[in-house]
Structure formats: C-alpha cells, structure tokens
T-cell receptor, first 113, second 118 residues
Framework: GNSVTQMEGPVTLSEEAFLTINCTYT??????LFWYVQYPGEGLQLLLK?????DKGSNKGFEATYRKETTSFHLEKGSVQVSDSAVYFC????????????FGTGTRLLVSP | DARVTQTPRDKVTEMGQEVTMRCQPI?????VFWYRQTMMQGLELLAY????????DSGMPKDRFSAEMPDATLATLKIQPSEPRDSAVYFC????????????????FGPGTRLLVL
C-alpha cells in the first residue's frame, strides 16, 4: 500500500542553521507529494507540493524536490528562524479526483535563538 | 480570508456521553474530510465526503462513530457512546475537486476540536 516515512524528531537547531527533514515514500505510479506544517495549537497548513518527478515545490524559504529515483521528497531550508518551530508532515496523494492524503508521522522542529 | 471553522474547540466529557463535533467548510468547497490526531497513531483519516455523499469511511469505527453532512455548509462527526480511547484532536478539512483542477487540489484544515473523554 501507499506509505510515507519521515525522520524521527525532534530536530533541534539554532537560528540560521540549515534544515533537512527526510521523507521517503512507497507508492505505485506517480503520486503527488506534499509538505504540511502544524504550528502549536493550530490545524495543518499546506507548505508546498510537487505533482511530478523532478518538480521542486517552494514556499517561505522551504524547498523540496520530487525524486522518483530515490522515492524521496526531503524538506530543506537554508536558514531557519525561531518562528519555523512546528511539526512538519510529509504526505502523498495517489491519483486525481480523490483527495485522500496519506501522512507521515510528523517531525517536530525546535529552533532556538 | 476564507477558513474552515470547527466547534467546539475543546470538549471534556465523561465516558458514555454523546459527543458532536461540527465543521463549516470553506464556502464553495465540495469535499470534506475528518481526521483524528493522536500521539500514538499520528494523523488518521476517518471519513471523507464529496458533494455531501460519503466516499470513504473505512477509517471510522462504525459501531460508535457517525459522520454526516446535513447540508453543504455543515459537517458533523458524532461519537456515541464516547470512550477514553477516543481522546484526540479531531480535524476537519475541506477542498475543491472539479474536472481540470486535479493538480490544484489542496486540503484546508480547520483548527481542530480537542476531545478529552474521562
């Protein structure tokens, strides 16, 4: 079946450090891939997405590239801020017309000043 | 700024009581999802609706959970009777699906209902 595997957290970084959160997936065909972010006490928000191989999604300084050959969609940011502290979820959606997302377990990011 | 709204935001109840959670999707959205989030299980899809019709509720315990959309502006998730293991945060999300919009489909999440069953 379809699944998403994320690195365990928490990831603890100092402000302005480089961030990588690993995400790999298992799916047949060509799923769409997403990163969602959940700030404390809030619902999930779409951060970025990619719908086909080699696509790069980007938003708010975050980037992720859809790598079909390694079945990965790692999230990166060159310089994190304290305000980036949140839980990050990788997700995939198989097919179109149905929006059923399969989520990873989430990775908590803690950024200290 | 259109948002998904959920009520109540917090609910504390005793085992055996009925719990009803409500969700108002973004106006014009035709797809509604219910998720449950716990520390142990993460984020689980319970059910989802398209044009008010249930498409998939396989993630929902049928004996005690029910989900409905009385109209296009209201989705409800009911637990009867509630049990301590139902304690979780329940999220509603909405989106728009239409021919030609396949790659623009995005789910918009509400703030969640935090449920504690004692």
């Amino acid at each position: 079946g379809n699944s998403v595997t994320q690195m365990e957290g928490p990831v603890t970084l100092s402000e302005e450090a480089f961030l990588t959160i690993n995400c790999t997936y298992t799916a047949t065909g060509y799923p769409s891939l997403f990163w969602y972010v959940q700030y404390p006490g809030e619902g999930l928000q779409l951060l970025l997405k990619a719908t086909k191989a080699d696509d790069k999604g980007s938003n708010k300084g975050f980037e992720a590239t859809y790598r079909k050959e390694t079945t990965s969609f790692h999230l990166e940011k060159g310089s994190v801020q304290v305000s980036d502290s949140a839980v990050y979820f990788c997700a995939l959606r198989k097919g179109t017309g149905f929006q059923k997302l399969v989520f990873g377990t989430g990775t908590r990011l803690l950024v200290s000043p | 700024d259109a948002r998904v709204t959920q009520t109540p935001r917090d609910k504390v109840t005793e085992m055996g009581q009925e719990v009803t959670m409500r969700c108002q999707p973004i106006l014009g959205h035709n797809t509604v999802f219910w998720y449950r989030q716990t520390m142990m299980q993460g984020l689980e899809l319970l059910a989802y609706f398209r044009n008010r019709a249930p498409l998939d509720d396989s993630g929902m315990p049928k004996d005690r959970f029910s989900a409905e959309m009385p109209d296009a502006t209201l989705a409800t998730l009911k637990i009867q009777p509630s049990e301590p293991r139902d304690s979780a945060v329940y999220f509603c999300a909405s989106g728009l699906t239409a021919p030609g919009l396949a790659y623009q489909e995005t789910q918009y999440f509400g703030p969640g209902t935090r449920l504690l069953v004692l």
